[in-house]
């Protein structure tokens, strides 16, 4: 079992910053892929970005790309999610998730943190 806990959401004004942090305990060295998904009401999951074990490679969807950057800190177990630039279409309900694999597909991952309210004000 993996346990997930982000923080650091909240309101900010367009062109403005913020940093999601995700905190992950368990089993996390089976589960060592990291990726941050964002969902709005009545839309499915979109992926926003990833990351592999020791920071191997990054991805990210192609409306975040220079933005927001995925980081992780193993000693804090934590991975980190910097949005930049903020525009309103950013405001989602932002998702951590521990798989073994690197996808796209929010359905490859079991396991999800409670998620994190982020609203990007016009």
């Known amino acids: 079992q993996v346990q997930l806990l982000e923080s650091g959401g909240g309101l900010v004004q367009a062109g403005g910053s913020l940093r999601l942090s995700c905190a992950a305990s368990?089993?996390?060295?089976?589960?060592?892929?990291m990726v941050w998904f964002r969902q709005t009401p009545g839309k499915e999951r979109e992926f926003v970005a990833g990351?592999?074990?020791?920071?191997?490679?990054?991805s990210y969807a192609d409306s975040v790309k220079g933005r927001f950057s995925i980081s992780r800190e193993y000693a804090k177990n934590t991975v980190y999610l910097q949005m930049n630039s903020l525009k309103p279409e950013d405001t989602a309900v932002y998702y951590c998730?521990?798989?073994?694999?690197?996808?796209?597909?929010?359905?490859?991952?079991?396991?999800w943190g409670q998620g994190t309210q982020v609203t990007v004000s016009s």
């Open positions: 998730a521990a798989g073994s694999v690197l996808t796209s597909t929010h359905r490859t991952y079991d396991y």
């Open positions: 990351i592999a074990p020791n920071a191997a490679y990054t």
């Open positions: 368990g089993r996390i060295f089976n589960n060592p892929f």
